[in-house]
């Protein structure tokens, strides 16, 4: 299985881990008269002074930009709240401990700080998304919830916290329930199937419980550590979408310019039942703070034009300890609420482009990512290429820091355009000419459908061939999370033939080496030319570490090779001056050399240029 989860590890939300600490002051019970025993509200938190409303988007289809916090897990000091309100935090996400709020069956109480948080993230201004994940070893034996009683009591106890903090009007129903940090007893052991139905009979029973009395919350479902979509049908099968307002993903594994593509296969999952999509989780724990920045701007840009309801970065303030800081250069805060660089890149997005209205993507190319909000602000990057803006404008780099106006855009680092003055491509925003004609991470194209309803849109489809056969089977969408031990979002793949798969930036052939003897399926990735002229083709390839052997590497066109080579770690592959006609067929064949001892999974990118 691969390591599906970045360096995070467990990040999804450490918050419900370790919500121990002192209850406090037992408080008086009353008798509910429907029989459940519940405590009264306790008097208020007070508050010097009335504090100012969080940020609310900006027109009907502006994205909520909030921030995780650990307000349930960990004692942060609340003055925290306001370098959120500083930057532009539109909401908060955070969860709390059921062990800390019924220590008796039937009897809720909320002294501990691990749910007393609430009433002072509330009193301050910000919608809270309340994340419930979580067991009670009054029930279940403290497992995840499978029984009747045990969901009956579980969705009793979330009714009774909404009843206590009546201005919570989201909700989250288990956290990353695909994965395994987070689930126990029979919902982890028993295997996809039964965890899918366990789900949705507790989705369920918490849905009805809540809509009962609170009809006005909104109840985010799914639960998805990345974008599971082959693990979603089942539910969706069972009428999921039914029971809830909308689906949750956490897009850990996914980059930026692939975010949209794989958002758009969800949805063409839920088809007409299609709900609104909750990014709850997002961040990539980076080996540097301006790449943590890049991709803090770009994944805003994009999840704001595709359309996303909810996004809320991981986390608002550093965790751990200064001499052991938890997720390096992910916070937007420090310890002591000092603002980072991705906090900077954060208060920009949300108070210069979020707030300008609405987010679209721009139809440069396929090659250049360009993000217009309103009339009055862009976020781009792409290809490098020339950058054009003739009307006064203000520029800033990822980091969140105003710099002068750039010459050209590029592929790692985004650049936010701000302008008083509307901002129109093709009139005084423009971009330079390119040489690059195919790329096989901008164009990976998730269009082909087994059942041939859908076939693959742009230049690119993919196949896989098989050695013993001689014979070529044609890959296409899997949902992603089918099996524990697949990519947990989509790729291109077929169903009988897993591990083996094709994704825009990995490519994974197999061998089962039947008997001893090698059976093997080479990835086949297919350009057919809408061009004619010469061409340089450019390629990098890196295979994973423990790989036996690596991969062989094929370049053809029209089925005639023109290069071949084996690759053990790292090439750079070059290939100069081909002559290609409009129709012809380049194929790049990635097969597991002599064994797949280890996985040959290998990174890669394809490039094609027209020769100048």
């Known amino acids: 299985m691969r390591n599906l989860r970045p360096a995070f590890g467990i990040l999804g939300l450490l918050l419900l881990g370790g919500c121990g600490g002192g209850s406090g002051a037992e408080e008086d019970v009353a008798a509910d008269p429907t029989g459940v025993v519940v405590v009264p509200a306790p008097a208020p938190t007070p ?5 100012p409303a969080a940020p609310t988007p900006v027109g009907p289809n502006t994205m909520v930009l909030g921030a995780a916090t650990a307000f349930g897990q960990q004692a942060w000091d609340f003055s925290i709240l ?9 909401a908060v996400r955070d969860g709390v401990a059921w062990t800390e709020i019924e220590k008796t069956p039937g009897v809720y109480q909320f002294t501990s700080p691990g749910s007393k948080w609430m009433e002072t993230v509330i009193n301050n201004g910000f919608p809270v998304t309340l994340l419930f994940d979580d067991t009670n070893p009054l029930y279940d034996g403290g497992k995840t919830p499978h029984t009747d009683q045990g969901r009956a009591a579980y969705a009793k106890y979330i009714v009774a916290t909404l009843d206590r903090f009546p201005k919570i009007k989201t909700i989250e129903i288990g956290n990353e329930y695909n994965a395994f940090n987070f689930v126990s007893g029979p919902v982890r052991d028993e295997g996809y199937g039964a965890r899918q139905r366990y789900y949705f009979e507790t989705l369920k029973t918490v ?8 009809p006005d919350v909104k109840i985010l479902g799914g639960a998805g550590m990345a974008i599971p979509v082959g693990y979603f049908k089942p539910l969706f099968g069972m009428g999921a979408l039914d029971y809830m307002d909308g689906i ?43 790449d943590t920045a890049n991709y803090l701007v770009k994944s805003i840009a994009v999840m704001a034009s595709a359309g996303v309801a909810e996004a809320d970065w991981y986390a608002l303030r550093q965790q751990g300890g200064p001499s052991n800081i938890w997720y390096k250069n992910v916070a937007l805060a420090s310890f002591a609420g000092d603002l980072l660089p991705p906090g900077q890149a954060f208060k920009v997005m949300s108070q210069q482009v979020l707030a300008k ?64 003055q509307p901002l129109a491509y093709g009139q005084n925003v423009s971009f330079g000419d390119i040489r690059l004609v195919a790329d096989s991470y901008d ?19 993919y196949f896989s061939y098989a050695v013993r056969r001689q014979a070529y089977d044609m890959a296409y969408t899997q949902g992603g999370g089918e099996i524990s ?67 062989d590497l094929q370049v053809q066109v029209n089925a005639q090779t023109v290069f071949a080579t084996t690759v053990a770690r790292h090439y750079d592959m070059n290939l100069k001056n081909l002559s290609i006609k409009q129709g012809d067929i380049v194929s790049v064949v990635v097969g597991p050399n002599k064994n797949a001892i280890g996985t040959d999974t290998t990174k890669y990118r394809i490039k094609i240029y027209r020769t100048s």
């Open 248 to 290: 949750v993903v956490h897009p850990y594994t996914t980059d930026p310019e692939q975010l949209a593509k794989q958002l758009g296969v969800l949805r063409a999952a839920m088809g007409a039942a299609a709900k609104p999509i909750h990014v709850t989780e997002f961040a990539q724990e980076l080996d540097s703070i301006p």
């Open 357 to 420: 209205g609405a987010g679209r993507r721009i139809a440069v190319d396929d090659f250049t990512y360009a993000y217009q909000f309103g009339q009055n602000a862009m976020v781009v990057w792409g290809e490098p290429r020339s950058l054009s803006v003739k009307v006064p404008a203000r520029f800033y780099n990822a980091q969140g820091l105003e710099i002068a106006a750039p010459a050209a855009i590029e592929q790692r680092s985004p650049i936010i355009i701000v302008s008083d």
């Open 82 to 90: 306001q370098t959120a309100r500083s930057i532009g935090v539109m």
């Open 207 to 214: 849905y009805r419980a809540v809509k009962a009395s609170h």
């Open 47 to 51: 508050t010097p002074t009335p504090a």
């Open 443 to 461: 164009q990976f194209d998730f269009t082909n459908s087994l059942s041939g309803e859908t076939r693959f849109e742009g230049p690119w489809s």
């Open 485 to 551: 031990s697949s990519d947990w979002m989509p790729y291109i793949g077929i169903d009988w033939l897993r591990p083996f798969n094709i994704n825009a930036n990995t490519v994974g052939p197999v061998d089962y080496n039947t008997g001893g003897s090698p059976d093997a399926y080479k990835a086949v990735l297919r350009y057919t030319s809408p061009h004619e002229g010469r061409f340089d083709i450019q390629a990098v390839w890196d295979v994973v570490e423990t790989s036996d052997d690596g991969i």
